[in-house]
Structure formats: C-alpha cells, structure tokens
C-alpha cells in the first residue's frame, strides 16, 4: 500500500522513522500503547482520499488522529501493529471566516485556539473552550462532539457544526458544507458522523457556527456549601439573566490538587468552603451593566440571603485567567495523585448534585481504602467522577485487577440515575465494553448496524466505539 501511494503523495506524507511515530502511539492518560508501521500526513482531502481508498484496497484499518487528546484511547492504534496512523495535523488551513453568515470553514487539523484566534480577529468567536484547546483539533472536537465549559449556553460541538466534509471507508469525498438551514434529503449525514469517533468516515473539514466576540466578561469565584446549594444558585441566577455562560463546580479537594499542581497558583478565596463554583458571565457590548456588576449584584445578593459563603470577582483579564487556570488544570492535578478510574459521566441536571454526594459515599464504602470525588459542569450535568486507588497500590494492578470492577460499579450507578456513561469524551476503547454492557439492545443493534453499513470492510478505527 505505502509503495502505491509513495508517486502519489509528497515527501512529507509518508512517515516510518519509529521515532517520529513513537509520540504518536500513547494516550493522553498513558493508559493506551499503540504500533504502527507507518504514519501517513495527508495535505488536503484529495489526498486522504487516496489514502482511503487504497486502505480499502489493501484492507489496511487507519486510525485518524489529530491533536491526540483522546481520554478514552479514541485516536490510539492498536497494540498489534495492523494499522496505520492517519494524521490530520498539516490539513490546517482555515478556509474562510464569514462574519457576516456568522460561519467558519476549518479542516481537520485546525487547532481549536487557532480557529478562535481568527475569528477574534474579525470580531467573532468559536464559542467552545476546553482545557486541551491549544492542542485538541477541528476534526477530533466533530468526531467526538466535544463539550467543554461553554455548553450551558451554546451546547455542544454537534450544536455548533452547520455542515461537514468526509470521506467515506470507499474513498468517496462526502461535501455537506453548506450549511443549509433546510435539507430534507433523508439521514442527516452531517450529524452521523459527529461524535462517530472516526470508525464512519475521516471528518477532513467543518463549517462552524460563531458567536459575536466577547466585550466584556466577568468571572466570579464562590465557595459555598454543597451541590445543592449550587444548583439552587444556579437556577435563580438564570431566573435574572441570560448572560451566564460557564458554572463549574468543584469540592475542596480539587482546588487543592490544581493548588499543589501549579506552584505559583494561590486560593481565590481566603477561607476553607466544602465546595467552589467558578462562574464567568458574559456580553457582546459594553453598553449598559457589565458582567463583572451583573456578577457582583447577584452574588451579594445571594451572600445577604446565606445562599453562598464568600465570592471574589476578578478585577482583571489576568485574575479572570488565573481562575481558569485552575479549573483547566483539574485533569492533570487529579492524574498527578496516582492511579484512578476517571469517569466523564452525564446525569440529569436536576438531580446531579446528589449524584455527586451519594455515588462517593457509595464508592467510597464499597471500596475500603479507595477515595471517590466529582467535579464538572452544573449547568449541563456533566460529572468528571474519578475514583483514587488506596495510597500505595501499585498502578498495573489497580488498572489490570480493580480498575475493571471499580468502573462496572460506577456505571451501574449512573445508568440507575437515568445517566450516560459517557458526557463528553467518547466511548474510545476504553468504555467499549461497558457501553455493551450497559447499552439496550435496540441501540446497539443500530450501532452496529450503521457501522457495517458505512464501513463494511471495518478499516476505521478498529477497536473503537463499536
């Protein structure tokens, strides 16, 4: 296959050097190793096509990868060395920025920074934000319908995709970039392939919908009492007003590991509170109250009435900045305290703060020696729910021997809360068999059904999703 392709590709597409690929074979979390033979680093989508479709004729799988920022094993090949790597990071051009449509065109490979950068510059945004946003890409954010801290007000990545570009497991190019408001022609193909993590076909472009850039925004960083407390505070703020945009809440516990974390970091807040909310209101002018006094009325309003326990607003870009650092950092501070079993769970709002509480307790009493906590987005119900190996054990134990029971347990506990196993990183290899395990028959058979249908041949993303 690499022989037939070599006259067709340039110099750069073509990548075996072991050491060049080796970056490229593990996991965010360093929980999945990957061989492959060669990595190829297509240019455009005439290209992928190509490549596709000899893939097809070789029956060779290709796993696609972008900024290789999977949580769950998504972008990683498989341990056997039967794939190959289909890199989408040089297909990173921005085709257009339509501020007037409120509409980007961006290839895969786009740096989720970048795109924002270039539509800040024509006074628009890309209103989607994660903690791995200077290395996660357009392609991987559609294939996994990435969330994020934005999603209480402008919803997911299957939300803000008004039309994609792919090819097809034959080497056929799919063009639904359009971005038509109407389109009756049957299955939605567009929205199919998001959130499919790359086992249908290779995401190579998207047209993104924008929001107006941001003109003024104020953060507020709250301690307060327990989830329910949060929740209730929530929901009378967005009774006053619309400009909320992000509510992250986190135990004490958190604060303290991204505190140990970034050395220089320092506590918002001067006293010890159970729980902490990070809240950040925004608006797309300057006319009228800005957020920061939007934030400061409401939240001194809640002090009066005992509804919260101390709040700062940021004074500056830099302080706001220093909030979000902390709430970034969460995964790598949580990943810095030893061996876990990381859950990125999804339960009804309404009843996500007692899910917080009780499905700990219960980790906790039926794992002796084992420590569970949440943190994540309130607005949407998304819990980060991560449950510590007892200090000491050892990791390749915990994760052969333990780690397996630990994660069926939680699962059951979400599916009884009428929840998903997964809110925003994707099944990957990681959750496969417990989305079998937890899944009706109906959906799985449709799964499977559709995955069959689409890539018949199964070269796409083997060992993912389904």
């Not at 934005?150 to 097809?168: I, S």
């Not at 505190?259 to 950040?280: K, N, S, V, Y």
């Not at 799985?444 to 559709?450: C, D, F, K, V």
Request: aromatic share 4%; net charge negative.
């Amino acid at each position: 296959m690499l022989a037939a392709l070599g006259p067709q590709l340039d110099a750069k597409a073509i990548v075996t050097d072991p050491a060049d690929i080796d970056p490229w074979l593990h996991d965010w979390r360093g929980r999945f190793h990957g061989t492959a033979p060669a990595m190829l680093s297509p240019s455009s989508t005439a290209e992928v096509a190509l490549i596709v479709a000899a893939a097809a004729d070789h029956r060779v799988p290709l796993v696609a990868q972008g900024g290789n920022t999977s949580m769950v094993g998504g972008a990683t090949a498989p341990a056997d060395g039967s794939a190959l790597i289909l890199s989408l990071r040089r297909m990173n051009r921005i085709r257009s920025v339509d501020t007037d449509a409120g509409l980007a065109i961006a290839e895969a490979g786009v740096i989720l920074a970048d795109l924002d950068g270039a539509a800040q510059a024509q006074g628009r945004r890309f209103p989607l934000t994660l903690g791995a946003r200077g290395t996660a890409t357009i392609g991987g954010l559609v294939s996994t319908n990435a969330g994020g801290t934005q999603v209480l007000k402008f919803g997911t990545m299957r939300g803000l995709v008004a039309g994609v570009e792919a090819v097809l497991a034959d080497g056929t190019i799919y063009d639904g970039l359009s971005a038509l408001k109407k389109d009756n022609r049957g299955y939605d193909l567009d929205q199919l392939f998001i959130g499919a993590e790359g086992t249908l076909a290779i995401v190579t472009a998207a047209t993104l919908r924008l929001a107006p850039a941001i003109a003024a925004r104020g953060t507020a960083w709250v301690g307060i009492a327990s989830p329910q407390a949060a929740l209730k505070l929530l929901r009378a703020m967005q009774a006053k007003t619309d400009a909320i945009e992000s509510f992250e809440i986190l135990p004490a516990e958190s604060l303290d590991a991204a505190l140990a974390h970034l050395p220089d970091a320092r506590a918002p807040l001067a006293g010890r509170h159970p729980w902490h909310l990070l809240i950040e209101a925004t608006s797309a002018t300057t006319e009228g109250e800005s957020p920061s006094a939007l934030l400061e009325r409401l939240l001194g309003k809640a002090l009066e009435e005992g509804a919260i326990e101390d709040a700062t607003i940021a004074t500056s870009e830099t302080q706001s900045e220093a909030f979000w650092l902390l709430r970034d950092s969460l995964s790598a501070a949580e990943r810095a305290l030893g061996p876990a079993t990381q859950h990125d769970i999804s339960i009804p709002v309404e009843t996500m703060p007692r899910f917080m509480i009780e499905a700990a307790a219960a980790c906790d009493a039926r794992f002796p020696g084992t420590h569970a906590s949440g943190f994540g987005h309130l607005g949407d119900g998304n819990v980060h729910f991560h449950v510590r190996a007892a200090p000491g054990t050892d990791p390749v134990r915990w994760y052969a021997e333990d780690a397996p029971v630990v994660t069926r347990f939680v699962g059951d506990l979400v599916v009884a809360a009428g929840g998903s196993i997964s809110a925003e990183h994707g099944i990957g290899q990681m959750k496969r068999d417990e989305l079998a395990r937890l899944s009706s028959p109906a959906r799985m058979t449709a799964l499977r059904a559709i995955k069959s249908a689409l890539d018949p041949l199964g070269i796409l993303n083997p060992g993912k999703l389904v």
